[in-house]
């Protein structure tokens, strides 16, 4: 039989009760708080991802009523979205399909649970429900350039 000190025990304890804790609080963060994985939906190519009707200067579509896929592109010099305004009305849901055609950029919108590295020549895809009326900013939240404090833009919802 193996002799195990009582302060041993004690750390063993302990740090099995914390991954219990931890575990736990991820799996209610990921079923209860609505946290998502970005989808890679598809690829596109960075060098022609300018001259993309979607993506060009950016686009918002209604599918249905309260029901919307916005199309965004962040750009490195001159550092901002395309689009960067969006409304939509209140209740709305909005599917993001988001890409940049030259270096890696991140895309957070505050208030939601939107939060995606975008990578070049490739869409991801993230959907938030606005059920409260105001401004949803979103930055770039990585490091992309001399300008990349000029990354905003901001969700109106109506």
């Known amino acids: 039989m193996i002799h195990v000190n009582v302060y041993e025990k004690w750390w063993i ?32 190519d960075p060098r022609t991802v300018a001259a993309d009707p979607k993506f060009k200067d950016g686009s918002l579509q209604m599918l249905a009523p309260g029901k919307y896929v916005a199309y965004v592109r962040a750009q490195a010099s001159p ?19 988001v890409t940049s055609g030259d270096v890696q950029h991140g895309f ?5 649970n939107i939060n995606v590295m975008i990578l070049p020549g490739q869409v991801s895809k993230m959907t938030a429900k606005f059920d409260k009326a105001g401004e949803f900013p979103f930055v ?12 905003f833009g901001k969700v109106i919802v109506k």
């Open 140 to 151: 770039c939240h990585e490091y992309c350039g001399v300008g990349h404090q000029n990354m």
């Open 79 to 97: 550092w901002k979205f395309f689009p960067e305004k969006i409304e939509v009305p209140l209740n709305s849901t909005v599917t993001f399909y």
């Open 108 to 112: 957070r919108i505050d208030g939601t």
């Open 13 to 44: 304890g302990l740090t099995t009760l914390m991954l219990v804790v931890f575990g736990t609080a991820v799996g209610v963060s990921a079923f209860m708080g609505g946290i998502q994985v970005p989808i890679p939906e598809a690829r596109i």
